[in-house]
């Protein structure tokens, strides 16, 4: 690496969820960016957000005063891509740009959705309190996973009356995926032309998740164990790419100031410092101002939905109570 790239790689930050389960990070969405820039050879600093446990712009990349969001413009992959910071995938003329492109689609797809169930439906909430809400009081924790497990109920378009059918389509798909994706790979070290590319970033992060998240007992993970050469295709890369010890510019720390605004993708990133040195007051900007205003408005928010889970499903519990009275639990006089 040049001195100037050296310069330029020392500016660049990935952001993403906490580490855990052995790995860097066990959030899903951001094992394959962090793998991606692991197989481009980029140097980065690692931090942790822990200060928006249930935001889709996580992970996010910071690059000089700018900062890419996962939520915008394709995703961080894509912003790197197009930003000539790291760009691993082949183009259109290629003769195998079809096959790639039909593979990435299935793994964003069929495979991204068995992953989104497995965490907030098919699971109890342990595992994905531990990756999105460790840091959060037990009662909010339970709230906001309550919360996101709807939503994405809502999202699959998951009722009570369709669930058997609708978790058996998903796992099919799940099955069908992993069967295209054993033939594509085969016995070979990478997916195409024996590198690695964006498909091999998101397909290890997936598999990684499977082999060392999700429980034994998961749907998924059984049947992903059914294919050879998928589990010695990702032990083999998670030794070659992340065991051992990280390098120095890649070690992990806490975040406490993320940006949550959406309004273009290249935007100002902030810095922040493990050690602060003690300054001199002086009086506060207009966008600390801000920034603290939301805070309140952040933790105020997040008492009322406490409260307001606490009434609703009170209230629940209480109408079921009644509704079993009149159907015949009731004491006779």
Same mark, same amino acid.
């Given at each position: 690496?040049?001195?100037?790239?050296?310069?330029?790689?020392?500016?660049?930050?990935?952001?993403?969820?906490?580490?855990?389960?052995?790995?860097?990070?066990?959030?899903?969405?951001?094992?394959?960016?962090?793998?991606?820039?692991?197989?481009?050879?980029?140097?980065?600093?690692?931090?942790?957000?822990?200060?928006?446990?249930?935001?889709?712009?996580?992970?996010?990349?910071?690059?000089?005063?700018?900062?890419?969001?996962?939520?915008?413009?394709?995703?961080?992959?894509?912003?790197?891509?197009?930003?000539?910071?790291?760009?691993?995938?082949?183009?259109?003329?290629?003769?195998?740009?079809?096959?790639?492109?039909?593979?990435?689609?299935?793994?964003?797809?069929?495979?991204?959705?068995?992953?989104?169930?497995?965490?907030?439906?098919?699971?109890?909430?342990?595992?994905?309190?531990?990756?999105?809400?460790?840091?959060?009081?037990?009662?909010?924790?339970?709230?906001?996973?309550?919360?996101?497990?709807?939503?994405?109920?809502?999202?699959?378009?998951?009722?009570?009356?369709?669930?058997?059918?609708?978790?058996?389509?998903?796992?099919?798909?799940?099955?069908?995926?992993?069967?295209?994706?054993?033939?594509?790979?085969?016995?070979?070290?990478?997916?195409?032309?024996?590198?690695?590319?964006? /498909?091999?970033?998101?397909?290890?992060?997936?598999?990684? #998740?499977?082999?060392?998240? $999700? %429980?034994? *007992? !998961?749907?998924? =993970?059984?049947?992903?164990?059914?294919?050879?050469?998928? /589990?010695?295709?990702?032990?083999?890369?998670?030794?070659? #790419?992340?065991?051992?010890? $990280? %390098?120095? *510019? !890649?070690?992990? =720390?806490?975040?406490?100031?993320?940006?949550?605004?959406?309004?273009?993708?290249?935007?100002?990133?902030?810095?922040?410092?493990?050690?602060?040195?003690?300054?001199?007051?002086?009086?506060?900007?207009?966008?600390?101002?801000?920034?603290?205003?939301?805070?309140?408005?952040?933790?105020?928010?997040?008492?009322?939905?406490?409260?307001?889970?606490?009434?609703?499903?009170?209230?629940?519990?209480?109408?079921?109570?009644?509704?079993?009275?009149?159907?015949?639990?009731?004491?006779?006089?």
């Amino acid at each position: 690496m040049s001195d100037v790239e050296a310069e330029r790689s020392g500016n660049f930050v990935l952001v993403t969820r906490k580490g855990g389960f052995g790995l860097a990070t066990a959030c899903p969405s951001c094992l394959p960016v962090y793998l991606y820039l692991r197989f481009a050879n980029i140097a980065f600093n690692l931090l942790y957000d822990v200060t928006n446990p249930d935001s889709d712009h996580i992970p996010y990349f910071e690059y000089g005063y700018y900062v890419a969001f996962n939520n915008e413009k394709g995703g961080v992959i894509e912003t790197l891509k197009q930003e000539g910071i790291a760009d691993l995938d082949p183009k259109a003329p290629s003769t195998y740009f079809s096959e790639w492109l039909s593979t990435k689609a299935l793994i964003n797809t069929w495979l991204a959705t068995a992953i989104e169930y497995e965490i907030w439906v098919a699971s109890d909430s342990i595992n994905a309190c531990k990756i999105y809400f460790s840091d959060l009081p037990w009662l909010l924790a339970k709230v906001l996973y309550k919360k996101q497990s709807q939503a994405v109920k809502r999202r699959l378009g998951i009722t009570d009356v369709n669930a058997s059918e609708r978790e058996e389509e998903i796992y099919r798909n799940a099955t069908l995926a992993y069967v295209a994706s054993s033939l594509r790979l085969g016995d070979q070290s990478f997916f195409f032309e024996d590198r690695p590319t964006s /498909v091999d970033a998101l397909f290890l992060g997936h598999a990684l #998740f499977v082999l060392h998240v $999700l %429980p034994d *007992t !998961s749907v998924l =993970r059984i049947d992903f164990l059914k294919h050879d050469n998928l /589990v010695k295709y990702a032990e083999n890369l998670k030794r070659q #790419f992340l065991d051992g010890e $990280l %390098p120095a *510019t !890649s070690i992990p =720390r806490s975040h406490f100031d993320a940006s949550t605004s959406k309004s273009n993708s290249r935007r100002k990133a902030s810095h922040w410092s493990s050690k602060p040195k003690p300054k001199p007051k002086r009086e506060k900007t207009e966008d600390e101002k801000i920034f603290r205003r939301r805070g309140k408005y952040f933790f105020v928010a997040q008492v009322v939905a406490v409260l307001v889970f606490l009434s609703l499903f009170g209230g629940v519990e209480r109408a079921e109570l009644q509704d079993g009275d009149e159907d015949g639990f009731a004491y006779d006089d």
